[in-house]
């Protein structure tokens, strides 16, 4: 278990109206970590990225980051969603930037870095996710698997503390979803914490420490790769391997 948490979700509950979508969430994710989490849809996977990331509130419980909790609003909210890296399905980049002036925004607009440093840093981030040649083309002129390492590019130039990524490879073409998952695999293995939704079992199993299944809103199993693949305990986990392996 964790002796160093990066991330702590203590009894976190969460309604949209009537709708309970997180249920008594307690998780927390150590220092170096990398937490896949898998469920059905609907079970409230992307609520709980979004809530550690700041972008949803939650009733009750607590969230802290490093040691810290997240603030309902304001300056303090921003500096320490900062620290917390997010890549969606969805790429989300700025299509009438540059990759390069994608990657460098962030640095130079919330932590006021000297653009020429951020771009210096941004163009070795890119080398790191394969994409040093790409720099000055736009997005629309990248192929998927492109364009997500460039969102992750991004999110790295913010230099966080943690990383979290909601299903990144579910919207790309299946011959690229093995560079995204090189890139991730790269971060992990260089320690970097990570908390992952997705339903690549090939990744979870070779670069997650644990994976938690989630389902209606609830954490139902949180147990390693291994014991989780090989010996599901609810009937929910179950039925879920079974419908997808
Ligand atoms: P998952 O990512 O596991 O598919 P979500 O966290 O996206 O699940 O959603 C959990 C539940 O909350 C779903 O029933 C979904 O329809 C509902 N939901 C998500 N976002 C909203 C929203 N902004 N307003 C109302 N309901 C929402
Ligand atoms: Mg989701």
Redesign the pocket.
């Known amino acids: 278990m964790a002796v160093d948490p990066l991330i702590e979700l203590r009894d976190v509950n969460k309604h ?2 009537q ?1 309970h ?1 997180l249920k008594d969430i307690d998780l927390t994710v150590g220092r170096g970590e990398v937490v896949v989490v898998i ?1 059905p ?8 990225c979004r809530a550690v990331n700041g972008l949803e509130d939650v009733e009750s419980g607590t969230i802290l980051i490093d040691g810290r909790p997240l603030p309902p609003e304001g300056r303090e909210l921003a500096r320490l969603r900062a620290d917390v890296g997010m890549v969606f399905q969805s790429f989300n980049l700025f299509a009438h930037r540059t990759v390069l002036s994608n990657v460098a925004l962030g640095p130079v607009k919330v932590r006021g870095r000297a653009k020429a440093d951020a771009e210096r840093r941004a163009r070795e981030l890119l080398d790191r996710v394969g994409l040093a040649d790409q720099a000055d083309k736009y997005p629309a002129q990248l192929s998927g698997g492109q364009q997500q390492r460039v969102a992750i590019a991004r999110a790295l130039a913010m230099d966080p503390k943690v990383m979290l990524f909601d299903e990144p490879t579910s919207a790309l073409d299946p011959e690229m979803i093995n560079e995204v998952l090189e890139v991730m695999q790269g971060l992990a293995a260089e320690g970097m914490t990570m908390i992952v ?1 997705t339903h690549e079992m090939g990744f979870a199993r070779s670069a997650a420490n644990r994976v938690v299944f ?1 389902a209606d809103g609830r954490i139902v199993e949180d147990r390693s790769p291994d014991d989780f693949f090989t010996r599901p305990e609810s009937d929910r986990a179950k039925d879920f391997l079974s419908k997808i392996l």
């Open positions: 949209f109206g709708l979508v469920g849809s609907g079970s409230g996977k992307s609520t709980l939704v989630m």
